[in-house]
């Protein structure tokens, strides 16, 4: 028997979606990749803090879930650019809106972390 997509089922493969698209690396990867194709090292300059292994990584787990395709080109020194499929592109909307979301209320959260804490601390 077939099941409707439930993402709160054990068994939904949505869930492994969901773990993808919500590992940081990944949304902060196809956001980079927004404007076009780019090159490994761009990406690691463009992303700080991103080590090379984790960007190999996330990467390949892009590529074999269809989100981004890489495309290697006969060169000296061989050239390896990455790019958005349509899967991809699709991603975008969402996954921007939530950077933008962020963006707009990181400030506020960590406020209300530092408040946390030292009531916790308080507690103590």
């Not at 990749?33 to 996330?58: C, H, N, W």
């Not at 933008?100 to 209320?105: G, I, T, Y």
């Amino acid at each position: 028997m077939d099941y409707p997509p439930d993402a709160f089922a054990r068994a939904c493969a949505s869930r492994v979606v969901l773990d993808r698209i919500g590992d940081r690396w990944t949304v902060l990867i196809v956001v980079a990749l927004a404007d076009g194709p780019l090159r490994f090292s761009q990406l690691r300059e463009k992303i700080e803090g991103i080590t090379p292994k984790v960007l190999t990584q996330t990467l390949r787990a892009l590529e074999r879930d269809g989100v981004l395709t890489r495309t290697v080109f006969a060169q000296v020194p061989p050239r390896v650019d990455y790019e958005l499929t349509e899967l991809g592109r699709d991603l975008l909307a969402p996954i921007d809106a939530i950077r933008v979301w962020a963006e707009q209320h990181a400030a506020r959260i960590v406020t209300n972390r530092e408040r946390y804490d030292e009531a916790a601390d308080q507690l103590l």
